[in-house]
């Protein structure tokens, strides 16, 4: 069974810092891409960015490119989001997500965790 279970959420100001980690399970991790979707509240969910197996290649929305940073420690089984300069629209419910092929931009995974509140507010 997939699992992936996110941690690292919390209340920031604006401008501020957050790491978002997943641990995953239930699956041969370094064989997936893995990702990050949010979803503000009354709103859709919204991909973020993805990685693919070996970490070597990362997309990012353009919402977010230049401010967020993702990366991936395959010994771990963890996938991390390095969110910089956080702005009140980044506030949102992130779920990391997993899917076998490759996670292009705009495309949902397959696997979600259950999500980690961001709240950016003054």
């Known amino acids: 069974e997939v699992q992936l279970v996110e941690s690292g959420g919390g209340l920031v100001q604006p401008g501020g810092s957050l790491r978002l980690s997943c641990t995953a399970s239930?699956?041969?991790?370094?064989?997936?891409?893995m990702g990050w979707v949010r979803q503000a509240p009354g709103k859709g969910p919204e991909w973020v960015s993805s990685i693919n197996g070996d970490g070597g290649s990362t997309h990012y929305s353009e919402s977010v490119k230049g401010r967020f940073t993702t990366s991936r420690d395959n010994a771990k089984n963890t996938v991390y989001l390095q969110m910089n300069s956080l702005k009140p629209e980044d506030t949102a419910v992130y779920h990391c997500?997993?899917?076998?092929?490759?996670?292009?931009?705009?495309?949902?995974?397959?696997?979600w965790g259950q999500g980690t509140q961001v709240t950016v507010s003054a």
């Open positions: 997500g997993a899917d076998y092929y490759p996670l292009t931009p705009g495309r949902l995974p397959d696997y």
């Open positions: 239930g699956f041969t991790f370094g064989s997936y891409f």
